[in-house]
């Protein structure tokens, strides 16, 4: 590839290499970096695989291929810690929705005490009030 990064244009200049040299390993190695420039990690490891497979010699081949994995695994690791958060949001939006819930079914309750309260407390109020007519009923005849 050169500076400009022609990914396609380099792809399709490896993989005609590779229709008549299949063993060629700077072509496979390439069209493994091309791969990996094209964000598609797994097969970029498989790619690096099967060159290291062809030159279990060189160096960069298994390095790149180490490389690659590393960063399959902190992909994998970032997916994980990514679902794991989605599982604890959708688990607090879940109390949440259990909490209204709760909070719903608690007023009418709530109400229903209130209006308990209400009327005890008119009871009282006119209880009171008997008991003072009838004190100053008493007292207007005594």
């Known amino acids: ?10 792809k399709k200049c490896f993989e005609k290499i590779l229709e008549t040299e299949p063993k060629n ?9 091309v791969y990996f420039e094209q964000g598609d990690l797994y097969r970029a490891e498989k790619c ?15 390095n790149h291929l180490n490389i690659i994995r590393g960063k399959i ?17 959708e ?5 949440q929705q259990k909490q209204r819930q709760r909070e719903k079914e608690q007023q009418p309750l709530e ?3 209130q209006l308990q309260r ?19 009923a008493e007292r207007e005849r005594g």
């Open 1 to 10: 590839m050169n500076k400009v990064k022609d990914v396609d244009g380099a």
């Open 25 to 33: 390993i700077q072509a496979n190695h390439n069209l493994c970096v």
């Open 48 to 62: 690096l695989a099967k060159a290291h497979e062809l030159a279990p010699g060189e160096d960069y081949i298994l």
């Open 73 to 89: 695994q902190q992909a994998e690791m970032a997916r994980r810690q990514q679902q794991q958060l989605q599982r604890e949001k």
């Open 91 to 95: 688990q607090q939006q879940l109390e």
């Open 111 to 113: 109400q229903q005490q």
């Open 118 to 136: 209400e009327k005890e407390q008119q009871q009282l109020d006119q209880q009171q009030q008997l008991q003072r007519e009838k004190e100053r």
